[in-house]
């Protein structure tokens, strides 16, 4: 006797065909996480944490897997029985098997790249390496054998693919054609619903006070479109709040304000300044010089800091250089999600540029790649720069995939400064650096050292620096201009907690040996006290909305930093760290839990919590507006 195949048995082919993708899916991320422990196992160990860690992933990986499946079963229910018997489609249904697969292992692979580079899962850094594809795209292709990792990535797909398709094929060849139309949309409609719960009823787990092992657990495909749809964030929604009045009186207060401006709800204050000298300023944002590492890879910055006003527990505010930008542009503390500069309706506002503005200075932002890329000439074009990247470089010397190298990008600067000297203007030029980023290239007849490793481009940029500085000491205007060096954030801000503080150091000096005379200064700080300390030092009086405070005015009471992630915010002092999480939760640590009090804990909790919060309400508020800063006090 022969028995009918039940209606359902191409159902059952379809379900069993997801069921095969979300194996796969499994596979790939669990092989993955053994990848992790096998080449970083300096911060991933194997121990009895693995299997926990890796149960926790598997339950991120559920989650993940069903958003995974959006595209999948659209195309394999909406198609009738008898084209998936057909041969179009199983050649249809091979390929939906076959593109799913390549993706999950590409993904895997770009997942063990982002993790050396940034010891983490995706995060908003992937993101922008999926919108600016020029730049991103040429660094992969001249950092790695390109070639060779696609071969790869292609070759483990096919031949998951293969193995899939051979079960897969032999329960569509006894499969019965019968399913109707509307009962395949409806387990479309219940698959969505399902998807959409767990969108909103699922977060990743958490299981570990060792950062690294949290990353482990994450997924990487829900950890990149979690960045994505969470690239900025409303503080009051999601962090601790408290009292507005409080809140501007406690920062009002810590900066010295009440005394110098009666609008109570926001930071404008008058700076009354010294005797005003008219000196031109050149600020070098330097691409990932940290102050802890290579140090042995900058001697010249070292001999350079000796004779400078030399600031050395400056903190960067983040871990991305548009973060840098903000801070040492806007003395504004970060504000969770993306920084200031990447965002809209962020001209006209009140920076570091705006005295020297008003005083008729010449204005340039000086980049060696293209000042597209994060939105940064759209952002210093609105603060009143004149924009020179690379479209617009007179010097061409050397290029890779971040444009051109630092010795272009100061010949830029020298060139442009003898024009202002020679029109009688005085400047205020920033600089942004590259060569010390991946893919770590530059000139080969500049330095004899190995291309494409990191030491070899800090001892680059260290040396590009000193040639500069040679160059610009036969200037007529050497004399009279400041120089401020200063990192964007360092080359790599790691630790097992989710915001290692100790790491954020850059170096941070300035540099003017008719003006300026050499000292170290150890009082912790931030890039935020860039600006006000800079405008100390040229002498200007001048409205101030900055959040930042000069350095040379510290005292160890004072003194404070703020550091920061995409979404967690941390402030610091010389006995507490906190950092705030957009769950209205944070956590604080005691660096001496002898001196620890409730009192000074408390003090110090809402200072950290008023700050941010007021950062947040100024901006949203557009009190950082020029026209809205010079309105409150003329």
């Known amino acids: 006797m022969v028995l009918s195949p039940s209606r359902s048995s191409m159902l059952s082919y379809r379900f069993s065909f997801l069921c095969v993708l979300a194996f796969i899916f499994f596979f790939i991320n669990i092989v993955t996480r053994l990848a992790f422990q096998y080449f970083f196992p300096d911060v991933l160990p194997f121990s009895f944490a693995t299997a926990a860690q890796l149960f926790y992933g598997l339950i991120n990986d559920?989650?993940?897997?069903?958003?995974?499946?959006?595209?999948?079963v659209f195309l394999l229910f909406l198609p009738g029985d008898k084209?998936?018997?057909?041969?179009?489609?199983?050649?249809?249904?091979?390929?939906?098997?076959?593109?799913?697969?390549?993706?999950?292992?590409f993904t895997a692979f770009a997942e063990y790249f982002f993790w050396d580079e940034f010891a983490c899962r995706f995060n908003f850094i992937a993101i922008d390496y999926l919108i600016y594809t020029t730049e991103v795209i040429q660094n992969i292709v001249e950092s790695y054998p390109l070639f060779w990792l696609f071969m790869a990535v292609f070759a483990f797909a096919l031949i998951l693919s293969a193995i899939a398709w051979q079960g897969l094929t032999k329960k569509l060849e006894t499969a019965a054609c019968g399913t109707r139309f509307f009962g395949r949309f409806a387990q479309i409609l219940c698959f969505y619903l399902i998807v959409a719960g767990s969108y909103y009823g699922f977060s990743p787990l958490n299981h570990s006070e060792n950062r690294y092992w949290n990353e482990y657990a994450k997924n990487g495909v829900y950890s990149l479109f979690s960045a994505y749809l969470h690239n900025q964030l409303n503080y009051r929604r999601f962090y601790e709040t408290m009292d507005t009045e409080l809140a501007f009186k406690l920062v009002r207060d810590d900066l010295n304000i009440a005394a110098v401006s009666p609008v109570p709800q926001n930071t404008v204050r008058k700076i009354a300044g010294q005797e005003e000298k008219k000196l031109n300023?050149?600020?070098?944002?330097?691409?990932?010089?940290?102050?802890?590492?290579?140090?042995?890879?900058?001697?010249?910055?070292?001999?350079l800091a000796e004779k400078s006003l030399n600031f050395t527990n400056m903190k960067s505010t983040g871990t991305r250089t548009v973060r840098g930008l903000e801070a040492i542009m806007l003395s504004i503390p970060p504000t969770p999600g993306n920084s200031i500069v990447r965002r809209n309706d962020n001209a006209d506002?009140?920076?570091l540029a705006t005295p020297f503005k008003d005083r008729g200075y010449d204005l340039n932002f000086i980049y060696g790649g293209i000042g597209f890329f994060d939105n940064m000439n759209s952002f210093f074009e609105g603060i009143g720069f004149q924009i020179v990247d690379q479209l617009s470089f007179k010097n061409d010397t050397f290029s890779n995939a971040w444009g051109q190298c630092d010795g272009d990008s100061y010949a830029e600067s020298l060139r442009l400064a003898d024009e202002s000297y020679a029109e009688g203007n005085p400047f205020l030029h920033v600089i942004l650096t590259t060569s010390n980023h991946r893919p770590f290239t530059f000139p080969e007849n500049e330095l004899d050292l190995p291309q494409g490793i990191r030491t070899s481009a800090v001892r680059y940029t260290d040396y590009a620096i000193e040639k500069f500085m040679e160059q610009a000491s036969q200037r007529a205007w050497y004399e009279d201009t400041v120089f401020v060096f200063v990192g964007d954030h360092p080359s790599s801000i790691a630790g097992k907690t989710e915001v290692p503080y100790e790491?954020?150091?850059?170096?941070?000096?300035?540099?003017?040996?008719?003006?300026?005379?050499?000292?170290?200064?150890?009082?912790l700080c931030s890039q935020i006290d860039i600006a006000p300390t800079l405008l100390d030092v040229v002498g200007f009086a001048y409205t101030s909305p900055f959040f930042g405070k000069d350095i040379l005015k510290l005292d160890q009471k004072s003194a404070r930093t703020f550091v920061s992630t995409y979404q967690l915010l941390g402030y610091e002092d010389e006995q507490y760290f906190l950092v705030l999480d957009p769950s209205k939760k944070y956590t604080l640590t005691a660096k001496d839990p002898k001196k620890d009090t409730p009192e000074k804990r408390n003090e110090f909790i809402h200072k950290a919590i008023a700050y941010y919060q007021v950062a947040y309400d100024v901006y949203k508020d557009k009190m950082y507006k020029e026209e809205n800063v010079k309105t409150v006090m003329p």
């Open 349 to 351: 506002l009140y920076s």
């Open 503 to 523: 790491t954020y150091g850059v170096v941070s000096m300035m540099y003017s040996p008719k003006h300026i005379a050499p000292k170290n200064i150890s009082l």
């Open 62 to 72: 559920f989650f993940t897997v069903l958003f995974a499946l959006i595209v999948p």
């Open 281 to 303: 300023v050149v600020v070098v944002i330097i691409e990932s010089l940290g102050y802890i590492k290579y140090q042995n890879e900058r001697p010249f910055l070292n001999s």
């Open 83 to 105: 084209f998936l018997k057909s041969i179009v489609g199983k050649i249809y249904s091979w390929c939906i098997l076959f593109v799913f697969s390549l993706i999950f292992v």
